[in-house]
């Protein structure tokens, strides 16, 4: 028996209402381009919309003139999806409130959860979107995963309940001293002032 390795989320489809309200949100609030457009091949009653969510994978959404939309929550059920989480980069994730206020949109407010912060809101469906900007950038050659796994094992031998942002400057000096070499002896921390 041998895994099926995935290689990273190729799209992701969700219920959507008419076309233009999903347009609207889609492109209209979070920016994603709309790039491509067909039937729903299984269901040709239905729109299938395509829309880059910045990093060249895809969102999709089924549209249908006659769906209804929905403004409460969508059902959290087992299996049911809880929240989408989007990245948006700092300079960004300052503007969030102010652009979500003048559309009158409510939200969570941010929230500090060590190693990103967060905003979240829901869309004219009721889905929780999220928008979330790290809080460190790993080292050159690292991903966020690779600290993220790091800081987490930091966490646990210190008996820490979350990672904190310690865990995460820790998780990137060990890193950094396990991929990059250097011609000292000894890359302990020193003190050049205490001469």
Excluded at 8 to 32: C, K, N, P, Y
Excluded at 55 to 68: P, S
Excluded at 110 to 136: N, Q, V, W
């Amino acid at each position: 028996m041998k895994k099926i390795q995935s290689l990273g989320v190729h799209h992701i489809t969700l219920m959507g209402a008419d076309r233009q309200s999903s347009i609207d949100f889609w492109e209209g609030v979070l920016g994603m381009p709309f790039i491509f457009d067909q039937p729903n091949l299984d269901d040709p009653e239905e729109g299938h919309l395509y829309f880059d969510p910045g990093d060249g994978r895809l969102i999709t959404i089924f549209t249908n003139e006659n769906r209804a939309r929905v403004h409460s929550r969508t059902p959290m059920d087992a299996g049911c999806v809880h929240h989408i989480a989007f990245e948006v980069d700092r300079a960004m994730f300052d503007q969030v409130l102010d652009r979500l206020a003048d559309r009158g949109i409510g939200n969570s407010g941010i929230k500090d959860r060590g190693f990103m912060h967060s905003i979240y809101f829901k869309d004219p469906l009721g889905l929780l979107i999220e928008l979330a900007c790290y809080t460190f950038i790993p080292p050159s050659g690292s991903s966020h995963a690779e600290v993220m796994m790091q800081a987490h094992k930091l966490r646990v031998e210190r008996g820490a309940e979350a990672i904190e942002r310690e865990h995460l400057a820790d998780a990137a000096v060990m890193i950094v001293e396990r991929s990059q070499g250097s011609l000292s002896a000894d890359r302990a921390a020193k003190n050049p002032f205490d001469r």
